[in-house]
């Protein structure tokens, strides 16, 4: 195999076709006589020589990690075939030692609080305002600064830009506030690996911007097979021995092959993306176009809505505000599902999220324009649907994880929370998104038990309940 061979797929249906035996893991010795399905067998192979070492990279897997840092404007890149999850934990055990203190944006993905609760770090929160449709807005330089201020010793400053909803922090300002303390920033872009190639996704880039580490879940908003990301690194001030230490420890010791393919096919549209970009952009813009005539639904930032005081947004994201339809977000959702068969990404009380990307035609966006602006004929603005759009502040009690777990299994009513001494033991999330609104050593008191009964009562998923 040659090692400046690009193409990683091309490379293993070449390698399927040569006739070599293969003595070696995958245990459906990349046959399919035993089943129907149409699965890549063929080429699911292992490390066998020629194909490199996703841990050591060196021939085409380095290729195609060098390939991810030009695109990206990185210094270093990483290729993950298990997702932002193990880029993020193996970010935060890189820049910390236990029991360190960090600080971090309320609404981070679950990774990055087991990622704490890993080295049992001291975390101190800055919880983001949300809007009146419940939605976080950015994290500011300032309160950043604030928060270093309070806790001048912490290691790393953990935010999430884009969030799941789109929402853009001025990364550049929090970068600089954070060199100036001496803090490593690590940005969750989890969302965000398509922003560096469209026009609204210039500002706010967390690589350029000057982040120390950065994740992106490739298969969250470009063409990649899902569970592939990409983890850059700038600068001096993490050490990349012990990132690809801790990669290590949280990434399978045998990745697969067709994940990595698609990293390299995905790549390979990016480098020759040509117009895609350009035309993504017009569809969305025809589509806020289209639903200028909404009258009680709303898309954020999009058919003249604005105001919600975000640094920058990711028109990718189609929020549709249901706050003052009277219906809630999982109902809009339950909608277009039944009656016109689109399926969102995610619902909340007060809105529900349907994502596109690239790969989005004119159809769909029609589809969806078409099939809210019917929905919104048959709704009335109405008030605000009675949902708190603050995140609870939950009391933390300071345990080691071995305490925690020893805490007992006790059946929680809203009587007992109320009297404010209910240590979770879990952590209690709306999935999707995975935000958490309670973490364990947090106490349930009664603004939290309510949180999580109006989630439910709104059929959304919560976990850890
Ligand atoms: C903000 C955010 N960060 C991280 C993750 C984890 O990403 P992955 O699914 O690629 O592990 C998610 C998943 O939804 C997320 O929404």
Wanted: charged fraction near 20%; glycine fraction near 10%; charge should be negative.
């Amino acid at each position: 195999m040659k090692e400046d061979n690009t193409r990683l797929y091309a490379a293993l249906e070449e390698y399927s076709r040569t006739g070599a035996y293969p003595f070696h893991m995958p245990g459906h010795k990349r046959t399919s006589w035993w089943t129907d399905a149409r699965l890549p067998y063929g080429i699911d192979i292992t490390e066998i020589t020629g194909f490199d070492d996703l841990h050591h990279p060196c021939g085409i897997i380095r290729g195609c990690m060098e390939r991810a840092a030009a695109l990206y404007g990185s210094e270093s890149s990483y290729i993950l075939v298990n997702g932002s999850t193990c880029g993020i934990l193996a970010a935060v055990s890189s820049v910390v030692h236990r029991g360190d203190s960090v600080i971090a944006a309320r609404n981070c993905h679950k990774a990055v609080y087991n990622a704490c609760a890993l080295s049992e770090l001291n975390v101190r929160y800055i919880y983001p305002d949300a809007d009146p449709v419940g939605v976080c807005k950015s994290i500011t330089p300032e309160s950043v600064c604030a928060a270093l201020s309070e806790c001048p010793s912490a290691k790393a400053v953990i935010v999430t830009s884009p969030t799941y909803e789109g929402v853009i922090s001025d990364i550049k300002g929090i970068a600089a506030v954070c060199r100036s303390c001496g803090a490593a920033l690590i940005v969750d872009a989890a969302h965000g690996a398509h922003l560096p190639f469209c026009t609204f996704g210039e500002i706010g880039d967390p690589v350029r911007g000057g982040a120390d580490i950065v994740i992106e879940s490739l298969h969250k908003t470009l063409p990649a097979l899902t569970q592939t990301a990409v983890a850059h690194i700038n600068g001096g001030l993490v050490s990349r021995e012990r990132f690809e230490k801790y990669l290590g420890v949280f990434e399978t010791s045998s990745p697969s092959y067709v994940l990595l393919a698609s990293v390299g096919e995905c790549l390979a549209f990016l480098e020759n993306r040509g117009s895609a970009f350009e035309e993504y952009e017009k569809r969305l813009g025809e589509f806020s176009e289209r639903i200028g005539g909404l009258r009680s639904l709303r898309v954020l930032c999009h058919g003249g809505d604005g105001g919600h005081g975000f640094f920058s947004f990711d028109k990718g994201k189609l929020v549709i505000s249901t706050a003052r339809a009277g219906i809630t977000g999982v109902e809009l959702a339950r909608r277009l599902r039944g009656e016109y068969s689109l399926e969102l990404e995610m619902s909340y009380p007060t809105y529900a999220l349907a994502m596109t990307s690239v790969c989005d035609g004119e159809d769909a966006f029609v589809r969806l324009a078409d099939a809210l602006l019917e929905i919104d004929k048959t709704l009335a603005p109405s008030e605000p649907i009675p949902f708190p759009p603050q995140l609870p502040r939950p009391k933390c009690v300071r345990m080691t994880n071995a305490e925690l777990d020893a805490l007992p299994d006790t059946e929680l009513t809203r009587s007992i929370a109320a009297k404010g001494r209910y240590i979770s033991r879990r952590c209690i999330y709306a999935y999707p998104p995975g935000i958490p609104v309670v973490l364990p050593g947090e106490i349930i008191g009664a603004e939290e038990f309510d949180y999580i009964e109006a989630l439910r009562r709104s059929g959304v998923r919560v976990e850890g309940v």
